[in-house]
């Protein structure tokens, strides 16, 4: 066999592996591209995608929405782990900065592929989507409902449990919050109502003390979340002092334990000489007032006929300024510069391979 077919056969993945990298970014991927890589390499795409992969950076919304319908299930948690830290990432900005950009309506496109993620096969898949849909606007009704359905249907409960302190953490207030983390106390699982404990103490919903005191002889991890819990309440909590105090005096608990009872004890007693709670993301629209309302949205997955930058066309009511924009074939100015630096870097990340690959077969 020659010498370059054994080269070839020896380093065809981390060759493969360079050129995907560098196609990703040279050139703007649409659907029909994404479509034809093969499941692995569909997998490393998504894993490196991000917004500068597109020569419109907002087209990524199109590319996670269409990842998120795979039928690969490692591509569709990859995607809805992404879509998780975009969306929250996005949230911080809009909130800490001075003059936020308002992302672009291309975003309706995502929701609506999160809307439809919720109900999807895989666990991982569900949690993450739901937390991104949370998150991804101010909280409404619609979302509200879809997300506390979900939530009464998941087998999981300790990701319906994660979900309901994101809910909470954003900014819903519906009463069922709390009344599904209170029955979740009494769950058969020590994690589970470990869990519930954890999530009342940042919820701390109406009528959980007295479901809380009667887990202070339960498993010790669980004993742990509801002392916390039940000192979450502070002077609500007073009528339980006793209950604490007696935990307290039994010489069988020992560790950490005894000290975070004080603590509780602390807080109850002495409520404000306790530390501010940290503050948590609030969720608000990532949309323009002006942007066409997503309720009313009907999302058409296909590819344009002229897409050289476009994933998945908006939302049909979308205006028809964005339709435009979204189809044009040419590219700005500032695309095409971006382009011709991603060739030179990709040029010069092919041939720093090709010079690792050839320096390690002389070995």
């Known amino acids: 066999m020659k010498p370059l077919q ?30 034809k890589l093969s499941p692995s390499d569909k997998i490393e795409f998504y894993k490196s995608v991000s917004r500068e992969s597109f020569s419109d950076p907002e087209d990524i919304y199109f590319a ?59 666990l991982r898949v569900r949690g993450a989507a739901l937390s991104a849909l949370i998150y991804s606007d101010e909280p409404n009704q619609l979302y509200e409902k879809i997300i506390l359905e979900r939530i009464e249907m998941e087998s999981n409960k300790k990701i319906a449990l994660t979900v309901l302190r994101d809910m909470y953490s954003s900014g819903y207030r519906s009463p069922d919050i709390g009344i599904f983390a209170i029955k979740a106390l009494s769950d058969v699982s020590p994690s589970v109502r470990e869990d519930a404990a954890r999530a009342i103490v940042e919820i701390r919903p109406l009528g959980a003390l ?86 009313k949205a009907e999302p058409k997955a296909e590819a344009s006929p002229n897409a050289q930058k476009v994933l998945v066309t908006p939302t049909q009511n979308a205006s028809a300024d964005l339709k435009s924009s979204a189809t044009k074939s040419t590219q700005p100015l500032s695309a095409q510069a971006n382009n011709v630096r991603w060739w030179i870097i990709g040029l010069i990340a092919v041939a720093g391979g090709l010079f690792f690959i050839l320096h390690r077969s002389k070995r």
Not at 28 to 34: K, L, R, S, V
Not at 102 to 118: D, G, R, T
Not at 286 to 291: E, G, P, R
Request: charged content about 20%; some cysteine; aromatic content about 4%.
């Open 64 to 122: 996670l929405a269409e990842g998120l319908r795979d039928n690969e299930t490692q591509v569709r948690r990859i995607c809805a782990a992404k879509s998780l830290l975009i969306i929250t990432s996005i949230q911080k900005y809009v909130q800490e900065s001075d003059s936020p950009r308002m992302p672009s309506p291309k975003i309706l496109a995502l929701k609506e592929a999160l809307k439809k993620a919720v109900d999807d096969p895989n």
């Open 6 to 35: 054994i080269l070839t056969m020896k380093y065809t993945s981390w060759i493969h592996l360079i050129i995907i990298i560098f196609t990703s970014h040279v050139h703007a991927m649409t659907i029909e591209d994404i479509a």
């Open 210 to 295: 007295p479901a809380l005191v009667k887990l202070l002889s339960d498993e010790g991890t669980v004993v742990s979340a509801v002392v916390q819990a039940i000192g979450a309440y502070g002077t609500e909590a007073l009528p339980y002092v006793p209950a604490l105090e007696k935990l307290l005096a039994d010489r069988s608990i020992g560790g950490t334990l005894p000290d975070q009872i004080r603590a509780a004890l602390n807080a109850i007693k002495n409520p404000s000489q306790q530390p501010p709670a940290k503050p948590r993301l609030k969720a608000v629209s990532l949309i323009n007032k002006n942007t066409p309302s997503e309720t």
